[in-house]
């Protein structure tokens, strides 16, 4: 029976699964992923404000292959793939060390015999064409189409011809984050590297609260909330996660921002805050820190946890407001089913909340089963004209590159991957609860690749 046959079922997925090292380690698996996922899948390839003007494009590489990103008209953004017909030069070329090309053109002309095409494809002029006796005629010289459509502010490409339209295949994720308005928020900072790890096992360091008490032990003084892992959508395509915590708090956001388990909630809210934004840098704002400031200056010693919470998010979001900046507004219920985090099938990570979110992906870089290319990025709300024109950078998988906490995450990734390589390792065996998205990704991946399914432990 070949593996395939063999997978797990999405309610098979409370037990426990150990899973096999090939889709981490393998060459071969490796070299299969461009042809069985990555051009099968529908894949973030930037935001739609990189393209703010008629005539603006962009480059993104995945594996072998690298799609141009074209904007043609004020409405409209189309993909392509970045080779040209004639003998197969990639068509625009990335600048050495940059994360993708990018510019503004209305034609892009082939360097090696100067084919050109316009933002739509189509091809406008061949050199010496009447040699080929007619034959380039009909569209047959234009660039081959990618299939392109937005979401969240973000666009999306997707190399089948015959695949399902976007918002098909993100449910349940669509219905579930439209009403964060991510397509709002803007980026405050993007980073990217290469990482000498596959790309599962970037993903992998974040789809998961199980780590956090012994790869973060700073977070543990303020309190060890229990975090869930969920397969989501009638085919549990993608995951999330979140928090267990008591009811009567709003669970998730009290217990991501670990309010109300020690000591003065109104300290340790405003000690966390700052410790968060100056040692990662994510999943907070100025003005949520500079709210938790005052805490102890407008609430009374003794004030229950809860309140502190609704306190802090309350003058946050009026404190905002002020400066035109307006959070949208998400019913209880719905933040908490939401949980903290989505893991978007096969590697685009979206840590939402109302005025800011926390994104990761990882992608292989080139077809080389212990490198990928990951990039990290925080969006927020900004005042309308004040948001940063925050590029890409190239950093190092290092603290002092990205942030303390960040490089506590990264200094697990190489050494996962070269254990991973040892005769005595079975294979991963996550958490049946904590770390059901990593299951739950294998199981998916096997779908595609015909290999590599999770089995179970018992
Ligand atoms: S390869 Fe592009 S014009 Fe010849
Ligand atoms: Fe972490």
Redesign the pocket.
């Known amino acids: 029976m070949s593996d395939i046959d063999n997978n797990l079922h999405i309610d098979d997925l409370e037990q426990p699964v150990v899973i096999p090292t090939e889709a981490y380690i393998s060459p071969e698996y490796a070299r299969a992923e461009s042809e069985k996922l990555w051009r099968k899948v529908w894949l973030q390839a930037g935001r739609e404000e990189d393209l703010p003007e008629v005539g603006d494009f962009l480059t993104f590489d995945v594996g072998v292959d690298t799609i141009l990103i074209t904007r043609p008209a004020a409405d409209t953004i189309k993909a392509f793939h970045n080779v040209?017909?004639?003998?197969?030069?990639r068509?625009v070329d990335t600048p050495a060390g940059q994360h993708n090309a990018k510019g503004r053109r209305n034609q892009f002309i082939?360097?090696?015999?100067?084919?050109r095409f316009n933002q739509d494809g189509e091809n406008t002029h061949?050199p010496e064409k009447q040699d080929w006796q007619g034959a380039l005629d009909n569209g047959c010289a234009d660039l081959a189409s990618v299939k392109c459509e937005t979401w969240g502010g973000w666009i999306w490409i997707n190399m089948d011809p015959d695949c399902e339209p976007l918002k098909d295949f993100l449910e349940p994720v669509t219905t579930m984050l439209d009403p964060f308005q991510l397509q709002n928020m803007r980026v405050r900072w993007r980073k990217w590297g290469i990482f000498d790890c596959n790309w599962k096992v970037a993903m992998e360091a974040f789809n998961e609260t199980y780590h956090v008490q012994t790869t973060h032990p700073e977070f543990n003084r303020y309190g060890n909330f229990r975090g869930w892992a969920r397969a989501q959508g009638e085919r549990g395509l993608h995951s999330n996660i979140g928090y267990d915590t008591p009811k009567d708090m709003d669970e998730n956001q009290s217990a991501k921002l670990r309010v109300g388990t020690t000591a003065d909630p109104r300290i340790t809210t405003a000690e966390l805050q700052n410790y968060t934004w100056e040692n990662a840098n994510t999943n907070t704002t100025q003005t949520l820190v500079d709210a938790a400031n005052r805490l102890k200056d407008e609430l009374p010693e003794g004030t229950p946890a809860g309140e502190v919470l609704m306190h802090w998010l309350k003058t946050a979001r009026e404190d905002d407001a002020a400066k035109g900046v307006i959070w949208p507004e998400v019913e209880p219920a719905h933040v908490g089913k939401s949980g903290t985090a989505w893991q978007i099938f096969p590697n685009f990570q979206i840590g939402h909340a109302v005025n800011n979110m926390l994104c990761y992906s990882a992608r292989p870089y080139g077809n080389d089963p212990d490198k990928c290319i990951f990039e990290g990025a925080v969006y927020q709300l900004f005042p309308e004209g004040e948001e940063p024109k925050a590029e890409w950078e190239y950093c190092e998988a290092t603290a002092e590159a990205w942030c303390y906490v960040l490089g506590q995450d990264f200094s697990n990734m190489a050494a996962v991957q070269q254990g991973m390589k040892s005769a005595g390792f079975m294979g991963p065996r996550p958490n049946p609860y904590m770390e059901r998205a990593t299951a739950n990704l294998h199981r998916n991946l096997a779908n595609y690749m015909g290999a590599g399914a999770p089995r179970k432990l018992k």
Request: hydrophobic content about 30%; proline content about 7%; aromatic content about 14%.
């Open positions: 040209c017909p004639h003998r197969g030069r068509l082939c360097a090696y015999h100067g084919w061949v």
